[in-house]
């Protein structure tokens, strides 16, 4: 096989710029996360900046973690997530410590789950209080569906992903119907990636 149809296919996998035949892919790879690393981190600083916040040091495990798992991440979106909870983690007037549970949370999540997430925490947050609201499997079914345009298999895995990682859990006060609430772990995690 031609090593151009094999830099052609995997640049259509990738979605980014070609490969050349002089390039190693490992750097090309390299390059790519070194370039989500920059985003996150500029789009760290400017939240830091608008909002006036004192940092303070972060333990290197957590911010090694944090920075090797956004390098991968290359949607705007979820790219500022990452940065929100840099900032987060380093900001001196958050007092909440357990930052690296989130760091293989947000690593573990596609975009469809967070933008699922989002609309549960929209919806469950009052002011600085979480309420506990149940939402109907039919409604998460529905949301995924209509919102994010998933098929019914790819809903149902992302609704169950959010279960396994002890986001969403069963709602012990249903009724016959199945529902679904949002964890304290599940509430915590989004106002780190979502608030600053």
Same mark, same amino acid.
């Given at each position: 096989?031609?090593?151009?149809?094999?830099?052609?296919?995997?640049?259509?996998?990738?979605?980014?710029?070609?490969?050349?035949?002089?390039?190693?892919?490992?750097?090309?790879?390299?390059?790519?996360?070194?370039l989500?690393?920059?985003?996150?981190?500029?789009?760290?600083?400017?939240?830091?900046?608008?909002n *006036? &916040?004192v940092?303070?040091?972060?333990? +290197?495990?957590? %911010?090694?973690?944090?920075?090797?798992?956004?390098s /991968? $991440?290359?949607?705007?979106?979820?790219?500022?997530?990452?940065?929100?909870?840099?900032?987060?983690?380093?900001?001196?007037?958050?007092?909440?410590?357990?930052?690296?549970i989130?760091?293989?949370?947000?690593?573990?999540?596609?975009?469809?789950?967070?933008?699922?997430?989002?609309?549960?925490?929209?919806?469950?947050?009052?002011?600085?209080?979480?309420? *506990? &609201?149940?939402?109907?499997?039919t409604? +998460?079914?529905? %949301?995924?569906?209509?919102?994010?345009?998933?098929? /019914? $298999?790819?809903?149902?895995?992302?609704i169950?992903?959010?279960?396994?990682?002890?986001?969403?859990?069963p709602?012990?006060?249903?009724s016959?119907?199945?529902?679904?609430?949002?964890t304290?772990?599940?509430?915590?995690?989004?106002?780190?990636?979502?608030?600053?």
């Amino acid at each position: 096989m031609q090593l151009e149809k094999i830099f052609f296919f995997l640049e259509k996998l990738a979605g980014l710029p070609v490969f050349t035949p002089k390039e190693l892919i490992p750097d090309q790879i390299s390059r790519w996360r070194h370039l989500n690393q920059v985003a996150i981190v500029r789009k760290a600083i400017e939240i830091i900046e608008q909002n *006036e &916040i004192v940092l303070r040091p972060v333990p +290197l495990k957590l %911010l090694t973690t944090l920075m090797e798992h956004s390098s /991968y $991440e290359n949607n705007k979106k979820m790219q500022a997530k990452w940065a929100i909870l840099l900032v987060n983690a380093a900001s001196k007037r958050n007092e909440f410590c357990s930052h690296q549970i989130f760091v293989d949370l947000l690593n573990q999540l596609s975009l469809s789950e967070v933008e699922l997430l989002d609309y549960l925490y929209q919806q469950s947050v009052d002011g600085a209080t979480i309420r *506990e &609201i149940a939402f109907s499997r039919t409604l +998460l079914l529905k %949301l995924c569906s209509q919102e994010l345009r998933l098929s /019914y $298999e790819d809903s149902l895995c992302v609704i169950e992903n959010l279960v396994r990682n002890r986001i969403l859990e069963p709602n012990p006060n249903q009724s016959q119907k199945i529902e679904l609430k949002l964890t304290t772990l599940g509430a915590l995690f989004m106002r780190e990636c979502t608030q600053v």
